[in-house]
C-alpha cells in the first residue's frame, strides 16, 4: 500500500530518447506519451520560450517565421541542443505529472551504446535538469531486446538490430550483457536524407524533411520490386531549376534506389557485428535469427534484404516503434532484478 | 523431399489443435510449395517450419522468433501476415507468458556469515549465558545448599495450626497449692515478648507432645513419665485439644512456641487431673494467670533455665548440639526431657535452674565458666553437679559477656 501511495506521488518514468520520436513509460501504467522530438521555441522580446513540444512543434517543422524555431534538440542519437532538450525533457515530465511542479521522478533514459561519455553525461544531465529525482540510462538494445521480449539473460545468444530515426544498434546479448555491440549513425533521419539527395539530383525538385520522410513511410523500400516500378506517389516540393513549387510522380523503385545506401550501411553494420560474433553465439544466431525492431524495422523488405545478406532467419518484432520504450519501462518496472543493466554517470 | 511432404501430410489433419499450422500447410499444399525449399528461401530451419505447422509451438526457440517465423511463413504464401499472426498469438495464449528475466547472481564470497547465522549464534550465546548465570547464582546461594526439612519434621512445626498449644497454666486455676505456681508466676509473665524470640532449633528437634509421642518413640518417652508422675491420670494429648482459645488472648504472639501445660505446675499431680479435662471452663480463669510464654521444648521439661543476664550458653547431647547461643536478661529456656543433655554457660552466675519448678541450687559464681553440666534434673536437684566442678575457675569470661 505504501509503495503505491509513493508511486503516485513521484511516477517513476523510463524515457526513450529518440532522435525522431520520444516516448514515455510511467511505471505501472505502461507507454503514455509518443511524440516527435521537436521543439518550437520563439523568440519574444529576446528572451526564447518554449512554443510547442512534439507533435504540434513537428507541424512547425520547415514552417515557422522568423521568430519561431522548430528544433530537433537531439542529432544521431543525442543532444544536439543541451537545452532545448532539457526543456522537452521537462516538457513530458509535467505532462506525465500534469502539470505538477512538485514533481521528481526516477528516470531511466536509454542511451546509444556508441554514444561517448560526454553524450551520455549531457543527457543525464539533461534529465536532471529537467527536475529528475534519480537519473539511470540504458543502452539502447539491451533495452530493445527486452522490449522485444528476447531470452537476454539466459546463455544463449541472441541478435537484435535496432533502427532507430539517428543511429541503428547491432548488438548480440548474452547471459544480460551486450556481447558485441556496433552502432552505426544511419537510420530514418539518413533515409530521409537520402531520399531528398536523389530526387534532388534525379528531378531537380527540392523536399523537405517532412515530406521525404512521408515519401519514405508510404512508398519506402529496401529492395526494389521484382517487377515494375511498384508503388507510386506524388511528391511536391521546388523545384531547382526555375524555383517555382513543383509536383511530380515518383515510384517506390526509385525510392529504393535511394535508399539502397543507408540499407547497405545498416547490412554492412549487422554484417560486421556478426563476424565479431564467438562461434557458440554464431551458431544459437543461425538457430534463431535477427529481431528487427524501432522504426526503420517497418520499412518494407528491409527483412527480406537482411535475410539474403546474412543467410539468417530475420523477425521484426511486434510493435518494433515501442520496444525500447517497454523494454526500458521494464526495468523501470523490475529495477531490483534488472539492476545490472542500468548505468549512471555519477 | 516431397515424398517427405508427404509423409507429413496425414498427421495435421487428423490435428484439429493448431488451426495456423493447418492454414499455413494447407496454403503451402495449394500453392504447391517444398517445405523445404521455403525453409531455404526463407532460412528457416525445416524443423522449426515443420513445428510451426504440426502445431508443435513450444518447440520454437521463443514467442518473439516463433512471431517472427509465422509471419515470415504467411506472407511468403501470399496469406496476411498480420492476421496469421493474431490468430497465432490467441492459440499460444498459454505458451506466450512473458519471459522471465533472471539475470545470473555472482556466489557471494563474503567471509562474514549471513544475519540468520549471525542471529542463531547469538542467540545461543544468550542461552547459554542465561544458563551459565542461573547455574553460578543458584551455586552462591548459600540458603539453596541447606538441605530442605525433612517432611517429618515440617509436620512438627507447623503442628499449632492443629494443636493450639495449650496453656501452661491451665494448672493453676488454685490446684497449685504449693509457693512454687506462685513464685514462677512473676518472671513468666514478664517474659513473653522476649521469649518469641527464642531459638527455633529445640522446637525442631523436640516434637510436640501430642502428636509425636505415636510418631517418634524415642523423643516422647520422658514427657510421658513427667507427666505421669505428676498427673498420671491426666492424657497428655489432652491439653492442647480441648484447651484451644486459652492461648490465645494472653499471648497471640507466642503460637508456635509455647510449650505444653506439664511444665510450670507439674507439682499439681492430682487437682491438674480435673482442670485438664475441663479446660474450657478453666480457659477464662486462666487466661488472667501468667503464660509459660518460655521458649522450650513440648512434652514436658522438667528443668528450665532462667538467665538474670546475658549467658552464652551451649546445650547439647554427645552427638548433636540443641543450642548455642547468647541468652539474653529475663530468657528462660526449658531443657528438652532427653537423658544426656550437657551445658555449657559462659557465665554460671546469671543462670538460674529451675527443676520441676523448684529452684536448683545455683552452678556457680557470676563470671564462672562451666563445662558439662549435666542437665539431668536429678543431679541438678541434688547441686552435685554444680559443687563439683566448682574449682573449675573462669578461664574464658570473655563469652559470657559480662
Known amino acids: 500500500m505504501f509503495w503505491r501511495v509513493t508511486g503516485w506521488l513521484s511516477a517513476d518514468m523510463a524515457i526513450d530518447l529518440g532522435t525522431a520520436n520520444t516516448l514515455v513509460y510511467v511505471k505501472g501504467r505502461g507507454i503514455v506519451l509518443n511524440e516527435p522530438s521537436v521543439v518550437a521555441i520563439v523568440e519574444v522580446k529576446g528572451k526564447k520560450q518554449v512554443l510547442a513540444v512534439g507533435e504540434e512543434a513537428k507541424q512547425m517543422l520547415g514552417r515557422t517565421p522568423g521568430n519561431i524555431q522548430a528544433i530537433r534538440p537531439l542529432r544521431d542519437g543525442v543532444i544536439a541542443d543541451f537545452e532545448v532538450a532539457e526543456e522537452m525533457i521537462k516538457h513530458f515530465i509535467r505532462k506525465v505529472h500534469n502539470r505538477r511542479s512538485f514533481a521528481s521522478p526516477l528516470v531511466i533514459v536509454c542511451v546509444p551504446s556508441g554514444s561517448t561519455a560526454v553524450e551520455r553525461r549531457a543527457i543525464q544531465e539533461s534529465a536532471e535538469a529537467a527536475g529528475a529525482r534519480r537519473v539511470y540510462l540504458i543502452e539502447e538494445p539491451m533495452a530493445a531486446a527486452i522490449g522485444a521480449g528476447l531470452p537476454v539473460t539466459e546463455p544463449t545468444g541472441s541478435m537484435v538490430v535496432d533502427i532507430g530515426g539517428g543511429t541503428t544498434e547491432v548488438a548480440v546479448l548474452s547471459l544480460g550483457g551486450i556481447v558485441y555491440s556496433r552502432s552505426v549513425r544511419v537510420g530514418g533521419d539518413k533515409m530521409d536524407e537520402a531520399i531528398i539527395a536523389y530526387i534532388r539530383r534525379n528531378h531537380n525538385l527540392l523536399v523537405g524533411e517532412s515530406s521525404a520522410e512521408r ?81 526503420g524495422a517497418l520499412l518494407s523488405n528491409l527483412d527480406f534484404v537482411l535475410r539474403h545478406a546474412t543467410g539468417l532467419p530475420v523477425s521484426i518484432a511486434d510493435d518494433p516503434l515501442s520496444c525500447v520504450a517497454l523494454g526500458t519501462g521494464r526495468a523501470l518496472e523490475e529495477m531490483k532484478r534488472l539492476r545490472n543493466v542500468l548505468s549512471t554517470m555519477y | 523431399m516431397a515424398s517427405n511432404e508427404q509423409d507429413q501430410q496425414p498427421p495435421p489433419s487428423g490435428q484439429p489443435g493448431s488451426p495456423v499450422g493447418a492454414l499455413l500447410r494447407a496454403s503451402r499444399v495449394r500453392v504447391g510449395g517444398d517445405l523445404q ?52 498469438r490467441a492459440e499460444t495464449e ?26 542463531a549464534g547469538i542467540l545461543l550465546f544468550a542461552v547459554a549465558y542465561g544458563v551459565w548465570y542461573w547455574q553460578s547464582t543458584s551455586d552462591r546461594d548459600v540458603a539453596g545448599l541447606v538441605p530442605d526439612i525433612p517432611s517429618r519434621l515440617m509436620e512438627l512445626i507447623n503442628p499449632p495450626a492443629k494443636a493450639p498449644p495449650p496453656a501452661a497454666p491451665v494448672v493453676a486455676d488454685g490446684a497449685a497449692p504449693d509457693a512454687q505456681p506462685g513464685h514462677e508466676a512473676p518472671p ?53 485439644v480441648q484447651i484451644p482459645p486459652a492461648p490465645a488472648a494472653p499471648v497471640p504472639a507466642v503460637p508456635t512456641a509455647t510449650p505444653p501445660a506439664p511444665v510450670v505446675a507439674p507439682p499439681a499431680a492430682p487437682a491438674a487431673a480435673a482442670p485438664a479435662v475441663v479446660p474450657p471452663v478453666a480457659a477464662p480463669v486462666v487466661a488472667a494467670a501468667p503464660v509459660a510464654a518460655v521458649k522450650g521444648q513440648e512434652g514436658g521439661s522438667r528443668v528450665v533455665l532462667r538467665f538474670t543476664g546475658n549467658v552464652w550458653v551451649q546445650i547439647r547431647d554427645e552427638k548433636t548440639t540443641l543450642v548455642t547461643r547468647l ?31 523448684v529452684p536448683a541450687p545455683p552452678l556457680g559464681p557470676k563470671g564462672l565458666v562451666r563445662r558439662d553440666v549435666s542437665l539431668d534434673p536429678d543431679s541438678l536437684k541434688k547441686g552435685s553437679d554444680g559443687a563439683a566442678p566448682a574449682g573449675e575457675k573462669t578461664k574464658e569470661p570473655a563469652a559470657a559477656g559480662n
Do not use: W
Not at chain 2, 522449426?48 to 511468403?76: D, K, M, N, S, W
Not at chain 2, 513473653?192 to 510436640?208: D, I, L, N, Y
Not at chain 2, 528438652?336 to 519448678?357: F, K, T, W
Open chain 1, 215 to 295: 515519401i519514405k513511410k508510404e512508398i519506402g523500400s529496401a529492395c526494389p520490386p521484382e517487377d515494375g516500378d511498384g508503388r507510386t506517389m506524388e511528391i511536391k516540393g521546388r523545384d531547382l531549376m526555375n524555383g517555382v513549387p513543383k509536383e511530380l510522380v515518383i515510384s517506390e523503385h526509385q525510392i529504393a534506389e535511394s535508399l539502397a545506401e543507408p540499407v547497405s550501411a545498416i547490412i554492412e553494420a549487422v554484417k560486421v557485428a556478426l563476424e565479431h560474433t564467438a562461434p557458440e553465439l554464431a551458431a544459437d544466431i543461425v538457430d534463431k535469427g535477427i529481431v528487427l525492431t524501432g522504426g
Open chain 2, 94 to 119: 498459454g505458451l506466450r507468458n512473458r519471459s522471465r528475466l533472471a539475470f545470473p547472481i555472482p556466489v557471494s564470497e563474503e567471509r562474514i556469515p549471513s544475519g540468520v547465522l549471525v542471529f
Open chain 2, 327 to 357: 541468652m539474653r536478661k529475663g530468657d528462660t529456656y526449658r531443657v528438652p526431657s532427653r537423658p544426656g543433655l550437657s551445658l555449657v554457660a559462659g557465665n554460671a552466675g546469671e543462670v538460674e535452674v529451675l527443676v520441676d519448678g
Open chain 2, 188 to 240: 513468666v509473665t514478664g517474659t513473653p515478648v522476649v521469649v518469641s524470640q527464642a531459638q527455633p532449633a529445640p522446637e525442631q528437634v523436640m516434637p510436640p507432645a501430642s502428636e509425636s509421642e505415636s510418631e517418634d518413640p524415642e523423643v516422647p518417652a520422658p514427657p510421658v513419665t513427667s507427666v505421669a508422675a505428676t498427673a498420671p491420670a491426666s492424657p497428655v494429648q489432652s491439653p492442647p
Open chain 2, 37 to 88: 525449399d521455403i525453409a531455404n528461401s526463407l532460412c528457416i530451419r525445416h524443423p522449426y517450419l515443420l513445428a510451426i505447422e504440426e502445431g508443435r509451438f513450444q518447440e520454437l526457440p521463443g514467442a518473439t522468433y516463433a512471431t517472427g517465423f509465422v509471419r515470415a511463413y504467411a506472407e511468403h504464401l501470399g496469406l496476411d501476415g498480420e492476421e496469421v499472426v493474431r490468430r497465432f
